[in-house]
């Protein structure tokens, strides 16, 4: 499959995704201007690029994905919410969010792809009313948490980290919980983990998941700060 090199004059513009390589990068070049990240969720890309490389956009096939209906909340986490072990607030904290999420440490990875021009690019799109943050406190210490995008009744999820047991799972069940209560039909988890498969993540053929982004020129974009 060909790799596209986007025209960095033209932030709106990206290759059809169904015609995308599903192994490895679709595309690459461009910027990490809000203008473009916005055009490149629209259609199901992203960005994912080790420090000093060029921009690379992804379009995995098939997309890990997982229906707000399908959540799985495990015995061992039950307790969390029962006894209200963390505090879970929105959009109070984006920035340094991102920032946590470059520090944490994956095993096999060389530092991270949240550069400095990519926080950039998201605290634009939270300016915007787009992009938001998940925080989860225990007392008033920021001990996990998560960010990713909102566009039509669809969340893209980004990265997330997390400083105790489980609370990036805690934020996430929250989040879940919160986006089916107002109509969300789909989280983007970009590709499978262990993880987000406990929590009932399932893979989708990517014909599929781009059908599903066509409905959100449909839908209203819950824009601005969450409370």
Request: hydrophobic share 35%; charged share 25%.
């Amino acid at each position: 499959m060909p790799l596209y090199r986007l025209d960095p004059r033209f932030p709106e513009l990206f290759p059809d995704p169904l015609r995308s390589n599903g192994d490895g990068p679709a595309c690459f070049g461009g910027d990490l201007s809000p203008e473009r990240l916005f055009a490149a969720y629209r259609l199901g890309f992203f960005p994912w690029f080790a420090e000093g490389e060029p921009i690379l956009w992804w379009h995995p096939n098939p997309r890990f994905v997982l229906f707000p209906g399908d959540l799985k909340v495990s015995k061992s986490m039950r307790p969390y919410f029962n006894q209200q072990k963390y505090r879970v607030t929105y959009d109070r904290q984006f920035q340094r969010v991102m920032e946590e999420c470059r520090e944490l440490y994956r095993p096999g990875q060389w530092g991270s792809w949240i550069t400095d021009e990519l926080i950039d690019g998201y605290v634009g799109l939270h300016a915007l009313g787009i992009a938001h943050s998940v925080e989860v406190y225990e007392g008033e210490e920021l001990v996990g948490g998560l960010y990713g995008l909102a566009l039509g009744k669809v969340f893209f999820g980004e990265s997330m980290f997390f400083k105790r047991p489980n609370a990036s799972k805690f934020g996430f069940i929250s989040l879940v919980r919160r986006l089916g209560e107002r109509g969300y039909r789909l989280i983007d988890c970009q590709q499978e983990t262990r993880h987000l498969k406990s929590l009932g993540g399932r893979a989708i053929p990517r014909a599929q998941f781009v059908e599903q982004l066509a409905l959100i020129g449909e839908e209203e974009t819950e824009r601005g700060a969450w409370g």
